[in-house]
Structures are given as C-alpha cells and as structure tokens.
C-alpha cells in the first residue's frame, strides 16, 4: 500500500458545508475499506443514517453530539472519542463548537455506502 500525503487528497463537498478526503478507496473498489477525513463547520449535521456494515469514527478536532440507535439521548463527543457503529445501527452527529470538527472515518466496505433515515432530519 503506498503512502498517502493528506495534502495530496482532493476535497469532495458534502451538503450543508462539509468536505470529505478519501484516504483510502477508490471508485474501482480496489481495496475492502474506506477511509476518510470529514471536516464539518459549525451547526453541520449528518442527519440520522445508517450503512449496511461496520463505521468506526474517531473525533479529532472539535466538539459536537452524536445519537446512536439503541442509546438514550445524546453523547457528547470531542477530541479522543471513538464511535463503533455496527451495521444497519442508525446513528447521527452534530457540530455544537464554534469550530470546525475534524473526524476520521473507516467503513468496513470497498464502496461509501449511506441510507438516509427518512422519518428524521436531524
């Protein structure tokens, strides 16, 4: 596996703000995971979803909560927390700082898969 420069990883824009480097993976799907960087901005939220395999997010920089299918209530999270979502777990977070989140994410598939909770937009 080659080494990968951050800096040499363009920026894809999410909704609502947010920017998202793969790291890892690929449009030919030639490796079994996915990782990234998602810097989200103040206010930004992922809306409840869910994807059909294992998500592990870990918060870098910034503060926010997050909700997670099965938990009561919110979780506040920042920097040093590590979100283990299993499959199909609908899960969410929110930006609460007043600065951007940083968060490193890995999907256990080749391929970015999200489904939209469609009776909540958080």
Do not use: C
């Not at 030919?28 to 810097?39: A, F, L, N």
């Not at 926010?64 to 979100?83: H, K, M, Y």
Request: aromatic share 4%; charged share 25%; glycine share 12%.
């Amino acid at each position: 596996m080659p080494i990968v420069q951050l800096n040499d990883v363009p920026k894809e824009s999410f909704p609502n703000g947010a920017t998202y480097q793969t790291i890892v993976g690929d449009d030919d799907r030639s490796t079994p995971v996915r990782v990234g960087i998602q810097i989200s901005p103040p206010g930004y939220s992922t809306g409840t979803h869910s994807h059909p395999y294992m998500e592990v997010v870990s918060v870098l920089e910034g503060e926010g909560e997050a909700w997670v299918e099965g938990e009561d209530g919110t979780i506040r999270i920042g920097p040093g927390t590590t979100l283990v979502l299993p499959p199909n777990v609908k899960h969410g977070f929110r930006v609460t700082g007043d600065k951007p989140m940083k968060t490193h994410g890995v999907h256990a598939s080749p391929t970015r898969i999200v489904d939209r909770d469609p009776e909540r937009n958080d």
